[in-house]
């Protein structure tokens, strides 16, 4: 391909589309201004931060490019709402939303980048989860890593509701035009015009790919068969297909559960009868505050009205005699299917802490958070019936969206859980400033508790915070830690592996490091570093 004619290729599969007409005048005596810096707080030179106004997005000065301390400023604005943008090498790209005033300088815009080499989420585990692939798409396509781009976009043409699909294949095609593969990026061009059959951008990338190609006439028959509806229909929009599940792991939820037996040693699958007082609608509503049982059963219908015998419980017994207290109960909420736990870090854990593992099945993030909160709150109160269990030691914890339904239980029922650990997802009872994307809050699922509860928490109960240098929810981790800080809580530890992902097995030694904290060996940070 000639260099003139990769241009013109290059242009055409561009992500910027031109906007018709003047620009709106963006000029006035206000003053914007800030700092960009890495999730560790170390100031991010050369970054380039684009302002545009909000109503007109080719209207705004000239990129400004942060000093060696991180800090950029920009005079002469237009009074009004802004779109800021931030870029730089080795980061995902930033953004937010910022307001200058009609004169002199605005608030000070704090911005923290992402590490490029964050992992985001396999799946939708959470509504942020489909932007985080895009923006990271962005980023890693502006930086020139076409296919690492083409995989984070794909991951999010999965989910995506169709009607939004076409401009993200506009950036497939681009990924594969990139790599040299012409055909590919026909075919994504192809396929986002079956979608969209006038997408402006795509029905120009289409013809100038196949002109340089030799088969002009395929682009004009194409979109002449997209007038008469003739074209062959596009690929399904059903979800991705989800992997097996390991053997032992069906052959665990396959199995019938049974009626429960005290004392009973090893490994079983259990239901139980009846419901726990905690559990019930009124209980939960009071402690977290939102929303109104109107709203709830607007969200999710049937919430909290499970039949607990129908549903069915994993647990584990360690071998050998429980302390003289009694047994430690840890209670875990998983993020899929499964409630149980194989790896055998995880069973000498347990042995060495003297602790019962008790999680529900089919209680993932695909359920309702309610009947999350709920299940975890029967299992607790029905194996505090079967065994001796120490009260001081009943423990709540969670991966992912589990560590999310954790941190709730954590401080919404204090009287109950002594402590929580939290692996790689929590949630936290204010509204939270994202740091990459200014004028954005990650929501808050519940309120904060009613006085004596909160009081409770704050006093005695123990936040265990684990999460991983490329974790996806590292930065929202370390946003609640400082929250507890501030808020008075006494006994919180911070735990951050080293190079790990959202994915990766937690090591034995910080798996030991956690639950020893949930014992109170152990509180404030570590990092591994």
Known sequence: MSAPRVAAVGLALALVAAIAGAAADWHGQGRASGVVEDVDGKPVPGAKVTLRLASDASAGPPVATTDERGRWSVLGLAGDRWRLSVEADGFIRGEGAITVPESGPGANVDLQLRPLEEVTPAGPENPQAVFLWIEK??????????????????????????EQKPDVL???????FLEGKPEQAVGAAKEGLRIAPDHEVLRKV?????????????????????????????????????????????????????????????????????????STSDEMLRRAGKPSREEMIRLAPRALAYELPKESFQVIVPDGEPPAAGWGLLVWISPGLYGGAGRPETLATLARHHLIWV?????????????????????????????????????????????????????????????????????????????DHPGTHWPAPFSRPPRDLFKLARERSRFVLLTGERDFNRVQTRVVRDELADDGFRAVTYLEVPAMSHYDPVPAEWLEKAYSALDGAASGAATGR
């Open 137 to 162: 798409g962005n980023s890693l396509l502006a930086q020139n890593h076409p296919a690492e781009a083409r995989a984070e976009y794909e991951k999010a043409l999965s989910f995506l509701p169709r």
């Open 359 to 435: 999680g529900a099945n089919a209680s993932g993030n695909d359920r309702n958070r309610w009947d999350r909160w709920g299940l975890a709150l029967d299992a607790a109160w029905h194996l505090q019936k079967l065994y001796a269990v120490d009260p001081s030691r009943i423990y709540v914890a969670g991966y992912s969206g589990g560590g999310r339904a954790a941190s709730a239980l954590t401080m919404l029922y204090p009287d109950v859980f002594r402590a929580g650990l939290m692996v790689m997802g929590i949630d936290w009872y204010r509204d939270l400033p994202v740091p």
């Open 206 to 278: 289409l013809g100038v790919l196949l002109e340089d190609l030799g088969r002009p006439a395929e682009a004009e028959s194409f979109l002449a068969s997209l007038a008469t509806g003739t074209t062959p229909v596009a690929e399904s929009d059903e979800d991705a297909e989800r992997g097996e599940l390991p053997p032992e792991i069906a052959a665990a939820l396959a199995a019938k559960p049974e009626a429960p037996v005290a004392g009973r040693r090893g490994r079983y699958k259990v239901a139980f009868a009846e419901r726990s007082p905690w």
């Open 170 to 176: 506009q950036a497939v095609a681009r990924t594969w």
